[in-house]
């Protein structure tokens, strides 16, 4: 089992800068995958960013590039999610979660995660 725990959501005006925390505890491997999704009310959960704690490579989700950066303190099990230029459409419930280590390319969709954290509020206002 894999516990979730983020942290550092909350309100910030259009342009502001947030960083999220997500800390992971339990049962974690060097191939596990470690992700970010957000969710809208009415809307799919979609997908933001992934790496691998293997791996120095992130994936990014079009919408994201260049203004988010995803990364990684091994060794403390801690990924953060560091989010410039905000944008009122980037406001959703940020949920970190893990993938247990599976071959081919890192993954991206949200069935493909087996755990999951409670997720906490970004809200950008315009």
């Known amino acids: 089992q894999v516990q979730l725990a983020e942290s550092g959501g909350g309100l910030v005006q259009a342009g502001g800068s947030l960083r999220l925390s997500c800390a992971a505890s339990?049962?974690?491997?060097?191939?596990?995958?470690m992700g970010w999704f957000r969710q809208s009310p009415g809307k799919e959960r979609e997908f933001v960013a992934v790496?691998?704690?293997?791996?120095?490579?992130?994936n990014y989700a079009d919408s994201v590039m260049g203004r988010f950066t995803m990364s990684k303190e091994s060794a403390k099990k801690i990924v953060y999610l560091q989010m410039n230029n905000l944008k009122p459409e980037d406001t959703a419930t940020y949920y970190c979660?893990?993938?247990?280590?599976?071959?081919?390319?890192?993954?991206?969709?949200?069935?493909?995660?087996?755990?999951w954290g409670q997720g906490t509020q970004v809200t950008v206002s315009s």
């Open positions: 979660a893990s993938a247990l280590p599976r071959l081919g390319r890192a993954p991206t969709m949200a069935r493909e995660f087996d755990y």
């Open positions: 339990g049962r974690t491997f060097p191939a596990s995958a």
């Open positions: 790496l691998r704690w293997s791996s120095t490579n992130v």
